[in-house]
C-alpha cells in the first residue's frame, strides 16, 4: 500500500476525559475522504509520572461507538516508545488521543501531478501563528 502524505496530531485533555466531542468533525473528514485515520490511540497520564495506553477497543464502550467507525484499519505504526514520548509532554492528570492519519486530498492530487509529469520541490506547513502575524501585519498596511 502506497500512502500519501501522512501527518501525526496528538491532542490533550485535562482531567483524563474523552467525551466523544470531536468525534463529528473527525466523521466529517473521513467521511469527505480529506483523511484517512491509520492509526490512533489514547494515552494517560496520572498525577505522578504513570504513564498508561489504551488502544481504540480498550476505552469506554460509548466513546468507541464515536470512534471505532472512523478507522478502517488500524495499522500498528505508533510504538511503546511513542506513547512515552507523547505521555511525558502531557500536564499531571490528562489524557492525549494520537493519531496518525494520511491526507488523502494530498494524495490524490500527488496522483494528479504525477499523471501531468509534474514533481513537488517543496511542502511546508506555516505556523497559524506565522500567518496570523503577516494577516496583522497586512491589515495595518494602508490601502
Known sequence: MTLGPVEL???EFPGNQFRGEI??????LVESRTIRIIDLLFILRDQGEEIHSRELTEIDPDIM???????????GLLSAQDVQHFGKL????SSAAVLLFENVWATQFRDAVVRANGRLLMSERIPTKVIDE??????????
Open 9 to 11: 496530531l496528538v491532542l
Open 23 to 28: 468525534a463529528p468533525a473527525l466523521r466529517s
Open 65 to 75: 461507538l464515536d470512534w471505532d467507525p472512523l478507522v478502517d484499519e488500524v495499522m
Open 134 to 143: 503577516l494577516v496583522t501585519a497586512a491589515e495595518a498596511v494602508p490601502a
Open 90 to 93: 502531557l500536564a499531571p492528570n
